[in-house]
Every structure is written in structure tokens, then in C-alpha cells.
């Protein structure tokens, strides 16, 4: 089952502007995360922002955390070209000694040059 | 950079056939999950195993599916008998896990399913 679902599911800019995703959530997360996918391939690592943390940079991404609404944003400055992917988010959840690792259905981006 | 290599890239087969997705996860990682991709469901956690031990399988048909940690280079994934609605394409990931729960996963390029 979903755990994350984002938004917008589609969203087109022109190159150089920003793009913010935003992600929801329903239970309570240890850690929450980022990922992109191009187009037939698989999904790569952009950013981890934990439960006890507010906001994270790396380069161009700018992630928020609000516990209390249980929804993270990400923020691309300056976008280019090469950031037309999906975007997921993905969260963990702990239960009966197990763990899941739950992603969203994804956000689609497309940076016009 | 060290990948997690998928075997194959794509597969196409009859309804009733037996399928085996292979994944080579990371050395040293000791997390590795099956995820299923589609249009309609998106991703959707089929198996998760840490250690080579299966720790949640709640997501796949146990009917059909059964997913194996022969040994801590190989996981594998197999559908038998296949079905139309199979058809996705299928995910492994490997990961070092931490007490943290921050499990930071890399993903392999993925096998293409297509069951007719």
C-alpha cells in the first residue's frame, strides 16, 4: 500500500525556474527520502531528511520535514534540462520487527530548455 | 560505482511460463528488496530481506511468486505460472541497513516483464 503520495503528479517549467514537489504522508516516519527516476531506469538516491529535522540542502535540492502536517517538500533551484525525471518519495515504517520502505506514486517533471 | 545488477533487462513470455528475475545486490550491503513497477499501482514492495533472511513478504502473491537469498551475492525472484497481469517492470534494490531505519537504498536498471 501507498504511504507517500505526491504532488502535483505532472508538472512542466521552463528551464531556470524553481520546482517544488510535495510529499504526504499518513503514519508516523523514522526518516523520510527522495529519489528520482529517468525515464527506464531505475531509481537513484537524492536526499534523506530524518524525523527530528526540519530542512536539508544538497546542491540545487532544498527538502523540508513537518512532522505535525506529515508532508516534506522538495525544492529544485534553478532547474535544468538533465532534472526532467519522476520524483518519489519514500518513507520507512516500523512494525511487528519488520520494515518497510514505502514509495509514492511519483511526481513527473519536465524542464522545457 | 558499484551497481546492482539485474538479469535480464527484458523478458518476454507466455501466460503459464515460468519467469526468474536474478539481482547481484552491492557487496557488503545486506538489505535487498523486490519492487514491482507499474503505471496504475506505481511501486510496490513485493520482498525485503536482511542477512539473506526474508523479513517481509507480505506484498507478493504467495501463490505464484517466491523471492530467495541463495547466497549473499544472489536474490532471486520467480513467478511460476505467469500471468498477463505480471506484466511490470520489476525492481531490486540493495541497501546497508542502519539502527537508524535510515536504509538508503540503490536501485538496479530493472527487468522488463512483458507475459502474453
Known amino acids: 500500500s501507498q504511504q507517500g503520495e505526491e504532488d502535483p503528479q505532472a508538472l512542466s517549467i521552463q528551464e531556470g525556474e524553481n520546482a517544488t514537489m510535495n510529499c504526504s504522508y499518513k503514519?508516523?516516519?523514522?526518516?523520510l527520502q527522495w529519489y528520482r527516476q529517468n525515464s527506464g531506469r531505475g531509481l537513484v538516491h537524492l536526499i534523506l531528511?530524518?524525523?527530528?529535522?526540519r530542512e536539508k540542502h544538497s546542491g540545487r535540492l532544498r527538502v523540508t520535514l513537518d512532522t505535525s502536517k506529515k508532508s516534506s517538500s522538495l525544492l529544485i533551484t534553478a532547474s535544468r534540462a538533465a532534472d526532467t525525471a519522476s520524483y518519489f518519495c519514500?518513507?520507512?515504517?516500523f512494525g511487528a520487527g519488520s520494515y518497510q520502505l514505502t514509495f509514492g506514486k511519483g511526481t513527473k517533471l519536465s524542464v522545457i530548455p | 560505482d558499484a551497481r546492482v545488477t539485474q538479469t535480464p533487462r527484458h523478458k518476454v513470455t507466455e501466460m503459464g511460463q515460468e519467469v526468474t528475475m536474478r539481482c547481484q545486490p552491492i557487496?557488503?550491503?545486506?538489505?535487498v528488496f523486490w519492487y514491482r513497477q507499474t503505471m496504475m499501482q506505481g511501486l510496490e514492495l513485493l520482498a525485503y530481506?536482511?542477512?539473506?533472511?526474508?523479513?517481509?513478504d507480505s506484498g507478493m502473491p504467495k501463490d505464484r511468486f517466491s523471492a530467495e537469498m541463495p547466497d549473499a551475492t544472489l536474490a532471486t525472484l520467480k513467478i511460476q505460472p505467469s500471468e498477463p497481469r505480471d506484466s511490470a517492470v520489476y525492481f531490486c534494490?540493495?541497501?546497508?541497513?542502519?539502527?537508524?531505519?535510515?536504509?538508503?537504498?540503490?536501485f538496479g536498471a530493472g527487468s522488463r516483464l512483458t507475459v502474453l
Open positions: 534494490a540493495s541497501g546497508l541497513w542502519q539502527t537508524s531505519g535510515a536504509n538508503v537504498l540503490t
Open positions: 503514519t508516523s516516519i523514522n526518516n
Open positions: 531528511i530524518r524525523s527530528n529535522e
Open positions: 519514500a518513507t520507512d515504517a
Open positions: 557487496l557488503g550491503h545486506n538489505t
Open positions: 530481506f536482511r542477512n539473506r533472511a526474508p523479513l517481509d
